[in-house]
């Protein structure tokens, strides 16, 4: 097994310079990446911003294996990327197998990618595929971290009156949106033309589902090299609903002022004007709770009207960007666009009752 050394370091490398600094290694050889810093504390503001309370969540730690024995600390969850073959990567902790590494939900076009829940562990192994490059792990941990303080707005946010968490609400960093002192993924608005269906491939029964989006958010900003979460919005098992991508700071998820979608990173190569909704769990066997589905249905209803789309309808995405068209359903599944089990054969099994009761 292999440990990573301390979080804290005299002199850090920058975050996205360390992600980039594992090398290639050989089929079946342990992963040795580099280590990643823990974001540090912000300072308590003395004087909340007019519309806004005080509240603490705790920074998102980070480290991986250098090659001696263990953690510095209980890890949720295990982000994993690398350039080359998707197949043949694996993970193993302590007193267990290997397990193969999948994609789940997130897909990258030039190899693999990874999030594994960790169950608390506090070392774990990595193999790479033949020949893979730019290897590199990261574990997570969301919930045990010193405490930063964010201005959070004292008033619910909503969109078209659905009530949803907003970016502060669920103790999102907005520093690892930034990269070398700039944005990494500068917004961009398009109109909606479709909207699109995940699940996060996550633990079901999930005790902690606001922590488990924080890990999510480092996962698809800083291991994928992102810049950001990768949904519009998210929905746990009790139905409360998680403002995802940055869209600006008009308080208006998602959109813009005039109504335009900001892009997000949830269907590669059909992210321009495709709206991504994810619910946390796997739905491959078992479908959303109750609360859930309702909260999917009643924010598909809304957003579709305010857009004038009916959700029954197929149409004809046009990409924006590139012209690239593709016909699918207005509510589709992300298996609809690309290869991937997402949103669980369940899931998308009950899309088209969630079309039919999302124009009721």
């Known amino acids: 097994m292999f440990q990573a050394s301390s979080h804290r370091r005299q002199n850090p490398l920058s975050r996205r310079g360390m992600l980039g600094a594992a090398g290639a290694v050989a089929a079946g050889t342990a992963l040795t990446p580099a280590v990643f810093a823990a974001t540090e504390p912000d300072t308590p503001t003395p004087h909340p911003e007019p519309g806004t309370t005080p509240e603490t969540f705790p920074a998102t730690r980070t480290a991986a294996a250098t090659g001696t024995d263990s953690l510095p600390f209980a890890a949720s969850y295990v982000a994993v990327r690398w350039t080359g073959d998707r197949d043949g990567a694996g993970i193993r902790f302590p007193d267990g197998s290997w ?12 190899g693999g990618t990874a999030l594994v829940p960790a169950g608390a562990a506090t070392s774990y192994e990595v193999k790479a595929p033949r020949g893979a490059k ?6 997570i941990d969301p919930t045990d971290g010193p405490d930063r303080t964010f201005e959070v707005p004292s008033q619910p946010t ?11 609400a669920w103790g999102a960093d907005e520093s690892k949106r930034y990269k070398d002192g700039k944005v990494n993924s500068p917004e961009q608005y398009y109109p909606l033309q479709t909207i699109t269906v995940h699940h996060t491939a996550t633990p079901n029964a999930d005790p902690d589902p606001a922590a488990t989006v924080r890990s999510i958010y480092e996962f698809h900003a800083i291991t994928n090299d992102w810049g950001d979460i990768g949904y519009n919005f998210l929905i746990d098992e009790a139905g409360v609903i998680y403002e995802g991508r940055y869209s600006g700071d008009d308080g208006i998820p998602a959109f813009d002022p005039d109504g335009r979608l900001v892009t997000a990173f949830h269907t590669a190569g059909f992210n321009s004007g495709n709206l991504g909704i994810a619910l946390l769990g796997t739905l491959d066997t078992r479908g959303p709770t109750h609360a859930a589905k309702a909260s999917l249905t009643r924010l598909i209803k809304v957003i579709a009207r305010f857009k004038g789309l009916d959700p029954r309808a197929r149409t004809t995405f046009v990409n924006p960007v590139n012209g690239v068209t593709r016909d699918v359903p207005l509510v589709s599944g992300h298996r609809d666009w690309l290869q991937t089990d997402c949103p669980g054969q369940t899931m998308y099994d009950l899309l088209t009752e969630v079309r039919l009761a999302a124009t009721r």
Do not use: F, H, I, N
């Open 99 to 110: 397990q193969p590494l999948t994609a789940g939900c997130a897909t990258v076009e030039d």
């Open 134 to 139: 730019r290897v590199r792990s990261l574990a």
């Open 158 to 168: 909503r969109l078209r009156g659905v009530r949803c968490l907003s970016r502060p």
